[in-house]
């Protein structure tokens, strides 16, 4: 069964940049596209970009400029930079691994981060 | 840009009733529309994918339908445990969007 597990500050001051680690277990990283996906509050889902396990990258158009992936195969990681936070970015972040190329099987637990001096 | 719409907003109904979840697409997309249940506190968990294909252990009173541009998720009869919140997802040249949910609550 796999299993994904994110990581992180869970306070990040404005303008800083965001950084979160998901780890996956249960199966191997590569093969599969991984995801980022976030919630603020109250509120539905978000998808921010993929990665596969090769490092090739696919953006959302409106968070494009401002994040970056990355993957690690020898730690069956994947990564989320999320620089020039602001409070709007404040939100439940999840990994999720994307199956078929169209649909999220596998998710995290979700962490929140709090954009906040 | 790809715009997924979902109606109503809020599905009040009781245990044992029919529930139908719509979800509608800005312009014409492919057979690439899924289905997700959320409920408070937890991640969303994958319900439907391609329309009408059941994810592994979702029960068969979950169905889905739908094509071009209007899709229907359908439970025949709530149990306890469906109340939760539905969101449509779908992925248009390699960019995934999710619908804004339906929430299904106890009437």
């Known amino acids: 069964q796999v299993q994904l597990q994110e990581s992180g500050p869970g306070l990040v001051k404005p303008s800083e940049t965001l950084t979160l680690t998901c780890t996956v277990s249960g199966g191997s990283i590569s093969t599969y596209y991984w995801s980022w996906i976030r919630q603020p509050p109250g509120k539905g889902l978000e998808w921010i970009g993929y990665?596969?396990?090769?490092?090739?990258?696919k953006y959302n158009p409106s968070l494009k400029s401002r994040v970056t992936m990355s993957v690690d195969t020898s730690k069956n990681q994947f990564s989320l930079k999320l620089s020039s936070v602001a409070a709007a970015d404040t939100a439940v972040y999840y990994c999720?691994?994307?199956?078929?190329?169209?649909?999220?099987?596998?998710w995290g637990q979700g962490t929140l981060v709090t954009v906040s001096s | 840009e790809l715009v997924l719409t979902q109606s109503p907003a809020t599905l009040s109904l009781s245990p044992g009733e029919r529930a139908t979840l719509s979800c509608r697409a800005s312009q014409s997309v492919s057979s690439y529309l899924a289905w997700y249940q959320q409920k408070p506190g937890q991640a969303p968990r994958l319900l439907m994918y391609?329309?009408?294909k059941r994810a592994t252990g979702i029960p068969a009173r979950f169905s889905g339908s739908g094509s071009g541009t209007d899709f229907t998720l359908t439970i025949s009869s709530l149990e306890p445990e469906d109340f939760a919140i539905y969101y449509c997802q779908q992925r248009n040249n390699w960019i995934f969007t999710f619908g804004p949910g339906t929430k299904v609550d106890i009437k």
């Open positions: 999720a691994r994307v199956d078929l190329m169209t649909t999220f099987d596998y």
């Open positions: 990665i596969y396990y090769s490092g090739s990258t």
């Open positions: 391609d329309v009408s």
